[in-house]
């Protein structure tokens, strides 16, 4: 194929592939061209989301990690019917008509359905069968159905076929084959299964006690089209366990019937006779000993696929919850980590989370140094004037936090007692022991690094939780059974989403936080900490080009998120870009006022018409950024800082009683419902269907994690640990049953439930799933 030829072809893929992804997120075909040119040219997603309006035509960050997704899996699908025609060539089979339908594939699946005639393959059963010269038996039959295949197959015993039985054999082998490797039967059959399909799950003998966790699946059966990705994953890691089995096929009765008789119609009109009643039998044997394991095999793959996606697509929903939660602020914080036997470990750290005191108490058991911990207590806060306590919502929580209330009543008359708030300690432990850990505190004990987590997490969840890997967080559901490299991806970019949407300071933020700003990473953001420990302050923005690796690229594509304060150009406080602020001058040169006078007055920049200060650079959307962010200057998107008062007496599972009205705050969100920590060291469920007084399909339309929201007790199971909540209004009936679930592996921070059931909101698929121990 000439230079052209190639051209030409490259040109209509990549619009084949455009107009595709234009479809599937709302967009046009020329938005994606675009967007996929700046990504291939190496910008980022924040970036070009948040600077590039122009040239996307608005695309933003959701649209566009869908956009680079599809646009990986279009092209690599691309480059395999490249590669699957070059093979089908030069074996000298290739026709106008296989062309055809390899250029007309939509998926990679149909691809290989294609090209499994094709494609090299050990020595099989059929080939055997070639080989000794058993082919024209079968085209015998399927010419002549009127004809006895036994009456035929004597003619073909000869060397190593020793008997009609055995040539019959062989002529099967050759039609299982055909059939097997027939694309068109194949997307007919996965069609079927798709629609048909039953995933059964019955448990393995003699593994009734040992699996008592998986007890709601010991013999279960749904559609596999209907199943829940939660309940599927259930019984993904109970086969996993080799509790259970696992079945995925049709109605055992008339569905199985169904599916061979669309294999025999894949044979095409063969008539009546005994051959039509062979080849008719040898459809229902194909059906059996080869389609229905292929069908197995493709329909597990695209379950657990589908179960994954949905768990991790809750878990980023909910991580980045936590991630834009409403940061305290700029406080002198202490953090306390409450333990028993080991004591509790406590840490001050000043407004910007520089470490300034640490402490051990033990007001406990076996120690019961109670007024020993309360001098400690009020020794820190007044040397510190300590504004907030951070309490881990750990063991002995609730009993560390009466303490705390305590020693509150205690302080002089005149002094402003510190605001105490209970903070999730997920992942506090696995940042104390690692090594970003023992390179900030080197000389500090791994309990104690613990406590200056917590405090820093109240001050500033995002700055602190980019510590921690995003699985250790507890926000997701199984998320140690999926894909863990896709998993990885997608937290990933929720965090450098989150990180960007709300900037960086650039004078105080620490390498990790640093290294989830677009065009960074992590070697220039400690190339960036290293500079500012050995030069001082940032004075600008453009001091950035002196970091030692940072280029022109980087520069442009971090700078817009990285804040200064106070700096020497005003503008460096705010998110507009530096290629934007002659853009920005001219606009607060028509208010004819100092710049640092205009940012903030929204009164004035009300009466610019953004029209006017459109150029050939920037358009409207560029220009209406600016005019916002200038209004209202380095406004951080995360909302005000609210805390939830637990109940005076509540600090129990067992003080609790049905009717109760509390506060709490969100801990997670799954597909079925709400988990709310009221303060008894074990997350209560709002079941889907009590989260309002109308219908929810999805709880993340009326909760997030770390929202504070009243709810009122229907049900306590001390036994299991479980308690039912309500946010609605009208009484709050029990939830529909359905099945219960195991607990995981490993210690968890919450539980969580699926679908309804059991005993009101609790026998569900994941009712002890991400339970807190």
Not at 253 to 260: C, H, K, P, S, V
Not at 426 to 449: I, M, T, W
Not at 522 to 531: E, N, R, T, Y
Not at 727 to 752: H, I, L, S, T
Request: glycine share 8%; charged share 25%.
């Amino acid at each position: 194929m000439d230079a052209p030829a190639t051209a030409q072809t490259v040109a209509q893929t990549a619009t084949r592939i455009a107009r595709q992804i234009a479809t599937e997120i709302g967009a046009a075909p020329a938005q994606v061209t675009a967007a996929a040119e700046l990504l291939d040219g190496g910008a980022t997603v924040p970036f070009v989301a948040r600077y590039r309006k122009e040239v996307t035509g608005g695309l933003d960050d959701t649209q566009l990690r869908t956009l680079a997704e599809r646009l990986a899996y279009l092209r690599e699908m691309e480059a395999r019917r490249a590669a699957i025609l070059s093979s089908i060539r030069e074996q000298g089979k290739l026709t106008d008509d296989l062309a055809r339908a390899i250029a007309g594939a939509a998926t990679k699946a149909t691809l290989e359905d294609i090209y499994l005639p094709f494609k090299p393959k050990r020595r099989t059963k059929a080939m055997i069968a070639r080989e000794n010269g058993l082919e024209p038996l079968l085209r015998a039959i399927q010419a002549d159905p009127s004809a006895d295949p036994a009456a035929l197959a004597p003619a073909f015993v000869r060397g190593p076929v020793e008997t009609p039985k055995a040539a019959l054999e062989g002529a099967r082998d050759i039609l299982v084959e055909e059939l097997s490797e027939n694309a068109a039967l194949l997307g007919t059959l996965r069609d079927f299964m798709r629609r048909e399909a039953l995933i059964s799950a019955r448990v393995v003998k003699g593994k009734e006690e040992a699996g008592a966790k998986f007890s709601d699946y010991f013999n279960h059966r749904e559609p596999w089209a209907k199943i829940a990705g939660h309940r599927a994953l259930a019984i993904l890691r109970a086969a996993k366990e080799e509790v259970v089995t696992i079945e995925i096929a049709p109605e055992p009765d008339t569905g199985a019937a169904r599916a061979e008789g669309i294999v025999a119609q894949a044979l095409g009109p063969i008539g009546q006779g005994p051959g039509a009643d062979w080849l008719r039998q040898m459809a229902g044997w194909a059906w059996r000993v080869r389609l229905s394991n292929t069908m197995y095999l493709d329909l597990m793959t695209e379950l657990r696929q589908r179960a994954h996606a949905e768990a991790i697509g809750v878990f980023a929903r909910n991580l980045k919850d936590l991630l834009l939660a409403a940061p305290a602020g700029p406080r002198a914080t202490l953090g306390l980590d409450p333990g028993i036997r080991t004591g509790c470990k406590l840490a001050v750290v000043d407004a910007t989370g520089k470490l300034l005191d640490t402490a051990t108490i033990y007001p406990f058991q076996p120690r019961n140094d109670l007024r020993g911990a309360e001098a400690t207590l009020l020794a820190l806060i007044a040397r510190h004037k300590v504004e907030l306590i951070a309490i881990g919502n750990g063991t002995a929580s609730r009993e560390s936090e009466r303490l705390v209330a305590e020693v509150l009543k205690r302080l002089p008359q005149g002094v402003k007692a510190p605001t105490k708030v209970i903070v999730s300690e997920a992942g506090a432990s696995v940042y104390s022991a690692s090594e970003l850990a023992a390179r900030e505190f080197p000389d500090l004990d791994v309990s104690l690094r613990g406590a200056v987590s917590i405090a820093r997490r109240l001050q500033d969840p995002l700055a602190e939780l980019v510590k921690v890997p995003p699985q250790s967080i507890g926000v997701g559901q199984y998320q140690h059974d999926v894909d863990q490299r896709q998993l990885a991806k997608s937290l990933e970019a929720v965090v450098e989403d989150a990180v960007n949407a709300v900037g960086v300071d650039l004078n105080t933020a620490s390498a990790p936080l640093l290294a989830h700003v677009a065009g960074l990473g992590p070697s220039l953001a400690q190339a960036i900490v290293a500079h500012r420990d050995a030069s001082g302050a940032f004075p600008s923005r453009a001091a950035l080009k002196k970091v030692a690796g940072l280029g022109p690229r980087a520069f442009q594509q971090c700078a817009g998120f990285l804040r200064i304060a106070d700096g020497t150009e005003p503008l460096d406080a705010s998110s507009v870009h530096p290629e934007a602020y002659g853009l920005a001058r001219r606009i607060v040169a028509a208010c004819g006022r100092d710049l640092r006078a205009v940012m903030g007055d929204g009164a004035a920049l009300k009466r610019l018409k953004p029209e006017d200060f459109v150029t050939g650079d920037f358009g409207l959307p560029t220009v209406r950024d600016i005019l916002s962010e200038l209004e209202k200057p380095g406004r951080d998107p995360r909302p005000g800082f609210v805390t939830a008062s637990f109940a005076d007496g509540v600090e129990d599972i067992k003080d609790l009683r049905p009717g109760m009205s509390l506060e709490g705050t969100v801990t997670n969100v799954a597909a079925f419902g709400a988990f709310v920590d009221i303060g008894v060291h074990q997350d209560g469920l709002v079941h889907v269907s009590q989260l309002a007084d109308r219908f929810v399909k999805d709880p993340h339309e009326v909760v997030k994690a770390g929202d504070v929201v009243r709810v009122r007790v229907t049900e306590v199971d001390v036994a299991r640990k479980r308690i039912g909540l309500t946010m609605r209004k009208d009484g709050g009936e029990p939830a529909p049953k359905g099945p219960r679930a195991e607990k995981p592996q490993g210690r968890q921070p919450m539980q969580a439930a699926p679908k309804g059931g059991g005993k009101g909101a609790f026998g569900s698929a994941l009712a002890d799933a991400l339970r807190r121990r």
